[in-house]
């Protein structure tokens, strides 16, 4: 199962060359075309440094739901994991790979700890965990968003992206068709209504 590289512990945002590093922010695309397959879409960036950027995005459900994904993987019958609970779509690379984000660490050196209080697996013995110990919150994504070198500096530049402090518990809200509204009560204005601005939160 392909794996994007993890860096391990939450960076400080820094200054490199003139260069910003948007590790542990949201990332909203500002586009206007709905057939983009980025349209509307909320992105929680779990690594950027000069080697690129990788994230999830976290208000885009697929039409699998996350005890029928269980099934599909042959896992045990799940008990936990309810029907309602829809797999995200994570973004348009390595659609066939399944990632985990989770706020508990859960058998260790199954997952990377991307910082304090979140972790992120591609194991199925994780998955099989939160099934049985329901006190971790999680979400489970198929594929994932990612940046080449100094590419998603360029396109928050140009005003293709959003940048806003991130909100964990918006990350494992369980109605991604929220998550717009309820980040724009956090940060005090529409972020639909910034168009090609490149406003830093």
């Known amino acids: 199962?392909?794996?994007?590289?993890?860096?391990?512990?939450?960076?400080?945002?820094?200054?490199?060359?003139?260069?910003?590093?948007?590790?542990d922010k949201f990332i909203f695309f500002n586009g206007e075309n709905k057939n983009d397959f980025f349209?509307?879409?909320?992105?929680?960036?779990?690594?950027?440094?000069?080697?690129?950027?990788?994230?999830?995005?976290?208000?885009?459900?697929?039409?699998?739901?996350?005890?029928?994904?269980?099934?599909?993987?042959?896992?045990?019958?799940?008990?936990?994991?309810?029907?309602?609970?829809?797999?995200?779509?994570?973004?348009?690379?390595?659609?066939?790979?399944?990632?985990?984000?989770?706020?508990?660490?859960?058998?260790k050196d199954e997952s990377n700890l991307l910082r304090e209080g979140l972790w992120l697996s591609t194991s199925q013995k994780v998955l099989n965990k939160i099934d049985i110990q329901d006190t971790a919150n999680h979400k489970i994504f198929l594929g994932y968003s990612g940046w080449g070198p100094e590419q998603l500096e360029k396109e928050i530049q140009d005003g293709a992206w959003h940048v806003c402090d991130v909100d964990f518990d918006l990350i494992f809200n369980d109605k991604p068709s929220s998550i717009i509204e309820e980040l724009s009560k956090k940060v005090g204005y529409n972020i639909k209504s910034i168009i090609n601005q490149n406003k830093v939160q």
Do not use: W
């Not at 794996?3 to 260069?19: A, E, F, M, T, V």
């Not at 005890?67 to 829809?86: D, M, T, V, Y």
């Open 39 to 107: 349209y509307d879409s909320v992105i929680y960036l779990c690594e950027h440094n000069q080697d690129g950027a990788f994230g999830f995005i976290v208000n885009k459900p697929s039409a699998i739901s996350e005890s029928q994904l269980l099934s599909k993987l042959n896992l045990k019958k799940p008990k936990q994991l309810g029907s309602i609970f829809r797999v995200m779509i994570g973004g348009p690379v390595a659609m066939d790979s399944i990632y985990t984000l989770h706020d508990e660490e859960l058998i």
């Open 1 to 23: 199962m392909a794996k994007p590289i993890i860096s391990g512990l939450k960076k400080k945002q820094i200054r490199l060359l003139d260069r910003d590093f948007f590790q």
